[in-house]
Protein backbone atom coordinates (compact mmCIF):
# COMPACT_ATOMS: atom_id res chain seq x y z
CA UNK A 1 0.00 0.00 0.00
CA UNK A 2 1.20 3.37 -1.14
CA UNK A 3 1.03 5.33 2.17
CA UNK A 4 2.17 8.94 1.10
CA UNK A 5 -0.43 8.64 -1.29
CA UNK A 6 -2.94 7.46 1.50
CA UNK A 7 -2.20 10.56 3.54
CA UNK A 8 -2.17 12.69 0.58
CA UNK A 9 -4.48 15.86 1.57
CA UNK A 10 -5.64 15.74 -2.25
CA UNK A 11 -6.79 12.05 -2.18
CA UNK A 12 -10.63 11.35 -3.06
CA UNK A 13 -10.86 9.81 1.08
CA UNK A 14 -9.64 13.03 2.66
CA UNK A 15 -11.59 15.51 0.33
CA UNK A 16 -14.94 13.88 1.36
CA UNK A 17 -13.95 13.89 4.96
CA UNK A 18 -13.27 17.85 4.61
CA UNK A 19 -16.59 18.36 2.69
CA UNK A 20 -18.20 16.27 6.19
CA UNK A 21 -16.36 18.58 7.99
CA UNK A 22 -17.60 21.50 6.09
CA UNK A 23 -21.27 20.32 6.01
CA UNK A 24 -21.38 20.04 9.79
CA UNK A 25 -18.95 23.06 10.67
CA UNK A 26 -21.30 25.55 8.81
CA UNK A 27 -24.62 24.11 9.96
CA UNK A 28 -23.79 24.48 13.95
CA UNK A 29 -22.24 28.06 12.61
CA UNK A 30 -25.69 28.95 11.20
CA UNK A 31 -27.12 27.89 14.24
CA UNK A 32 -25.24 29.80 16.33
CA UNK A 33 -25.58 32.66 14.44
CA UNK A 34 -29.27 32.42 14.04
CA UNK A 35 -29.72 32.20 18.01
CA UNK A 36 -30.29 36.37 17.97
CA UNK A 37 -33.33 35.82 16.04
CA UNK A 38 -32.95 38.72 13.99
CA UNK A 39 -30.19 37.19 12.33
CA UNK A 40 -31.86 34.54 10.28
CA UNK A 41 -32.16 36.33 7.34
CA UNK A 42 -28.19 37.11 6.90
CA UNK A 43 -27.25 33.88 8.38
CA UNK A 44 -29.40 31.74 5.92
CA UNK A 45 -28.22 33.80 3.41
CA UNK A 46 -24.51 33.28 3.91
CA UNK A 47 -25.10 29.71 4.23
CA UNK A 48 -26.96 29.41 0.75
CA UNK A 49 -24.52 31.75 -0.66
CA UNK A 50 -21.73 29.00 0.82
CA UNK A 51 -23.34 26.52 -0.63
CA UNK A 52 -23.09 27.69 -3.88
CA UNK A 53 -19.44 29.26 -3.97
CA UNK A 54 -18.10 27.22 -1.52
CA UNK A 55 -19.20 23.54 -1.23
CA UNK A 56 -20.55 23.25 -5.29
CA UNK A 57 -16.96 25.39 -5.96
CA UNK A 58 -14.88 23.27 -3.81
CA UNK A 59 -13.51 26.28 -2.17
CA UNK A 60 -10.88 25.42 0.59
CA UNK A 61 -12.23 28.91 2.57
CA UNK A 62 -15.82 28.01 3.07
CA UNK A 63 -15.85 29.46 6.67
CA UNK A 64 -14.53 32.83 5.64
CA UNK A 65 -16.56 32.94 2.90
CA UNK A 66 -20.10 32.12 4.95
CA UNK A 67 -18.79 34.55 7.44
CA UNK A 68 -17.88 37.61 4.98
CA UNK A 69 -21.42 37.15 3.30
CA UNK A 70 -23.12 37.36 6.53
CA UNK A 71 -21.32 40.32 7.99
CA UNK A 72 -22.20 41.52 3.76
CA UNK A 73 -25.62 40.81 4.37
CA UNK A 74 -26.47 41.73 8.24
CA UNK A 75 -27.97 45.38 7.91
CA UNK A 76 -30.62 43.87 4.99
CA UNK A 77 -30.83 40.29 6.37
CA UNK A 78 -32.19 41.85 10.01
CA UNK A 79 -34.57 44.08 8.48
CA UNK A 80 -36.18 40.62 6.32
CA UNK A 81 -35.77 38.64 9.47
CA UNK A 82 -37.92 41.49 11.42
CA UNK A 83 -40.26 40.88 8.19
CA UNK A 84 -40.63 37.18 8.15
CA UNK A 85 -40.46 36.08 11.81
CA UNK A 86 -44.02 37.84 12.37
CA UNK A 87 -45.10 35.38 9.86
CA UNK A 88 -43.93 32.95 11.01
CA UNK A 89 -45.50 33.27 14.47
CA UNK A 90 -48.84 34.19 13.12
CA UNK A 91 -48.87 30.78 11.19
CA UNK A 92 -48.11 28.41 14.37
CA UNK A 93 -50.64 30.50 16.06
CA UNK A 94 -53.08 29.99 13.59
CA UNK A 95 -52.99 26.06 13.53
CA UNK A 96 -52.98 25.91 17.06
CA UNK A 97 -56.14 28.28 16.84
CA UNK A 98 -57.60 25.35 14.06
CA UNK A 99 -56.07 22.73 15.90
CA UNK A 100 -59.12 23.38 18.93
CA UNK A 101 -61.62 24.02 16.33
CA UNK A 102 -64.82 22.01 17.07
CA UNK A 103 -66.28 21.71 13.39
CA UNK A 104 -63.54 18.83 11.91
CA UNK A 105 -64.68 19.31 8.29
CA UNK A 106 -63.86 23.21 8.91
CA UNK A 107 -60.70 22.30 10.58
CA UNK A 108 -59.95 20.24 7.94
CA UNK A 109 -60.39 22.83 5.16
CA UNK A 110 -58.47 25.66 7.46
CA UNK A 111 -55.81 23.34 7.68
CA UNK A 112 -55.27 22.28 3.64
CA UNK A 113 -55.62 26.01 3.46
CA UNK A 114 -52.76 26.99 5.78
CA UNK A 115 -50.21 24.23 4.46
CA UNK A 116 -50.74 25.29 0.95
CA UNK A 117 -50.60 29.21 2.35
CA UNK A 118 -47.52 28.14 4.55
CA UNK A 119 -45.66 26.21 1.17
CA UNK A 120 -46.38 29.49 -0.82
CA UNK A 121 -44.69 31.65 2.54
CA UNK A 122 -41.45 29.09 2.54
CA UNK A 123 -40.92 28.89 -1.28
CA UNK A 124 -40.88 32.86 -1.52
CA UNK A 125 -38.88 33.15 1.51
CA UNK A 126 -36.37 30.40 -0.12
CA UNK A 127 -36.28 33.14 -2.68
CA UNK A 128 -35.59 35.67 -0.89
CA UNK A 129 -32.66 34.39 1.40
CA UNK A 130 -31.21 32.97 -1.77
CA UNK A 131 -30.85 36.03 -3.92
CA UNK A 132 -29.67 38.20 -0.63
CA UNK A 133 -26.83 35.76 -0.17
CA UNK A 134 -26.05 35.93 -4.19
CA UNK A 135 -26.78 39.61 -5.35
CA UNK A 136 -27.27 42.61 -4.72
CA UNK A 137 -31.34 44.42 -4.38
CA UNK A 138 -32.64 47.20 -2.41
CA UNK A 139 -35.34 45.56 0.00
CA UNK A 140 -38.09 46.12 -1.67
CA UNK A 141 -36.75 45.20 -4.97
CA UNK A 142 -35.65 41.46 -3.62
CA UNK A 143 -39.24 41.30 -2.51
CA UNK A 144 -40.78 42.00 -5.69
CA UNK A 145 -38.02 39.78 -7.57
CA UNK A 146 -38.04 36.78 -5.23
CA UNK A 147 -42.33 36.91 -5.22
CA UNK A 148 -42.05 36.98 -9.29
CA UNK A 149 -39.57 34.38 -9.43
CA UNK A 150 -41.90 32.07 -7.31
CA UNK A 151 -44.77 32.95 -9.53
CA UNK A 152 -43.28 31.44 -12.81
CA UNK A 153 -41.33 28.96 -11.37
CA UNK A 154 -44.08 27.18 -9.20
CA UNK A 155 -41.95 23.82 -9.86
CA UNK A 156 -38.90 25.08 -8.30
CA UNK A 157 -40.82 27.57 -5.73
CA UNK A 158 -42.76 23.68 -4.25
CA UNK A 159 -39.17 21.98 -4.26
CA UNK A 160 -37.39 24.71 -1.75
CA UNK A 161 -40.74 24.57 0.02
CA UNK A 162 -41.05 21.10 0.51
CA UNK A 163 -37.28 21.13 1.65
CA UNK A 164 -37.39 23.95 3.50
CA UNK A 165 -40.93 22.39 5.47
CA UNK A 166 -38.75 19.03 5.72
CA UNK A 167 -35.86 20.62 7.40
CA UNK A 168 -38.06 22.38 9.88
CA UNK A 169 -40.04 19.76 11.12
CA UNK A 170 -36.84 17.77 11.12
CA UNK A 171 -34.67 20.16 13.53
CA UNK A 172 -38.24 20.80 15.32
CA UNK A 173 -38.86 17.04 16.64
CA UNK A 174 -34.79 15.87 16.95
CA UNK A 175 -31.81 17.25 17.97
CA UNK A 176 -29.13 15.63 15.60
CA UNK A 177 -30.10 16.90 12.55
CA UNK A 178 -28.92 19.97 13.09
CA UNK A 179 -25.00 18.79 12.37
CA UNK A 180 -25.81 18.61 8.70
CA UNK A 181 -29.74 19.12 7.90
CA UNK A 182 -29.01 23.14 7.53
CA UNK A 183 -26.40 23.09 4.82
CA UNK A 184 -28.24 20.22 3.14
CA UNK A 185 -31.00 21.73 2.64
CA UNK A 186 -29.23 24.94 1.61
CA UNK A 187 -27.16 22.69 -0.90
CA UNK A 188 -30.21 20.54 -2.55
CA UNK A 189 -32.43 23.77 -2.56
CA UNK A 190 -29.33 25.75 -4.84
CA UNK A 191 -29.91 23.33 -7.99
CA UNK A 192 -33.39 24.43 -8.61
CA UNK A 193 -32.43 27.79 -7.67
CA UNK A 194 -29.37 28.19 -9.65
CA UNK A 195 -31.11 26.71 -12.70
CA UNK A 196 -33.57 29.66 -12.49
CA UNK A 197 -31.18 32.58 -11.78
CA UNK A 198 -29.39 31.24 -14.95
CA UNK A 199 -32.09 32.02 -17.01
CA UNK A 200 -31.86 35.94 -16.13
CA UNK A 201 -28.36 36.56 -14.89
CA UNK A 202 -25.26 35.57 -16.10
CA UNK A 203 -22.84 36.43 -13.24
CA UNK A 204 -23.83 37.45 -9.77
CA UNK A 205 -22.89 41.08 -8.31
CA UNK A 206 -21.77 39.90 -5.18
CA UNK A 207 -18.15 39.80 -4.07
CA UNK A 208 -16.42 36.64 -4.51
CA UNK A 209 -13.66 36.72 -1.57
Excluded at 174 to 189: H, I, Q, R, Y
Aim: with cysteine; net charge neutral; hydrophobic share 60%.
Amino acid sequence: MNWNRFFDPNNMFFRELSRIVDVVGLSLLWLALCLPVVTIAPATAALYHTAVKGLRADDEAAFTRFLHSFLENLKQGVVISLIFVPIVLVFYFGVNVIFFASDSTRRTVMLAIYLVAGLLVLGLCGYVLALLGRFSFSTGALFRTAFQLALIHLPATAAVAVLNALAICAMGFLVWPVLAVPMLTALLASFPLEKVFARYIQEDSKSET
